[in-house]
Structure formats: structure tokens, C-alpha cells
């Protein structure tokens, strides 16, 4: 199932201090380990998934947040269908962090003239706690 949730960016607070990019030298092991033990996917697939987004034309950013060189946060932030939206993929927030990485997409989003943005959940039913987290920060289901 498909489920599509929605922000727009008037909603978030920016926050454009230390906005960190995503350093595959640095990231990408992390990031790989991160997602299969978070979403309980094979490694060789996340691999192949990350790959195929570093790859991506659409590609606008890939942002990061460390504690401590340990990855708590990430977003790629991917040109949308619509003018004004984009589509936020391979997303992952530790507990505490989402907003926060709002904040420092919503310059991303400025930057490019969003004000709109979407997160697309493939693996995830409505009603799972990690959605509620989402609709808890501002997301609202798109009809």
C-alpha cells in the first residue's frame, strides 16, 4: 500500500544553521546499517535503494544530522511532479529529531521555490505509530 502525507513549508519553523550534506565517504555504510536494522530490510537491497538515489536526477539534496558522527537524521530532497511540491525519500528520524530536520529542509525548500512538501510511506500501514509521528509534526494525509 501507498500512502501519501503533505507539509507546507509555511508550517515550519527554518532553522538554516548547520545544515549538513549527505558525504558518502562518511554516510554511506552508516546510512545502510541504519535503514535495514530501522525498516528490517536486507542490506543488499538498502545498498542497491541508496545507490539508485545518489543516481537520481531529481536529486536537488541530501541532508544529514549527526550527534556525534552518528547519523540521527536524513532526508533527500527529490524535484517534484508539481511545480511547487518535492518529494522527500529515503527519510528516517530518531526519536526527537524530526522536527528538526523540518526545520532545515524548509530552507531547503526555499531554496529551490517548494512550499509544499511530500513523504510517500510504501511500507507502512495508516496506521502505524511511526505515521502518527509524521501527522503529529504537521503532515496531513494528501486526498
Not at 22 to 48: A, G, H, M, Q
Not at 81 to 105: D, H, P, R, V
Request: aromatic share 12%.
Amino acid at each position: 500500500m501507498q500512502i501519501t502525507y503533505y507539509i507546507d513549508t509555511d508550517q515550519i519553523k527554518p532553522d538554516n544553521q548547520n545544515i549538513t550534506y549527505f558525504d558518502s565517504k562518511i554516510d554511506s555504510n552508516n546510512w545502510v546499517t541504519l535503514f535495514s536494522k530501522k525498516f528490517d530490510l536486507p542490506e543488499d537491497e538498502v545498498t542497491e535503494f541508496l545507490n539508485n538515489i545518489l543516481n537520481n536526477d531529481n536529486l536537488l539534496e541530501f541532508v544529514v544530522m549527526r550527534d556525534n558522527y552518528t547519523l540521527q537524521a536524513t532526508a533527500c530532497f527529490i524535484r517534484g511532479e508539481k511545480e511547487n511540491e518535492a518529494l522527500l525519500t529515503a527519510i528516517f528520524a530518531n526519536e526527537g529529531y524530526l522536527s528538526k530536520l523540518l526545520s532545515k529542509l524548509k530552507v531547503v525548500a526555499e531554496k529551490y521555490g517548494y512550499n509544499r512538501l511530500l513523504v510517500t510511506f510504501t511500507h507502512l500501514d495508516e496506521d502505524s505509530p511511526l505515521i502518527d509521528t509524521y501527522v503529529e509534526t504537521g503532515f496531513k494525509k494528501l486526498a
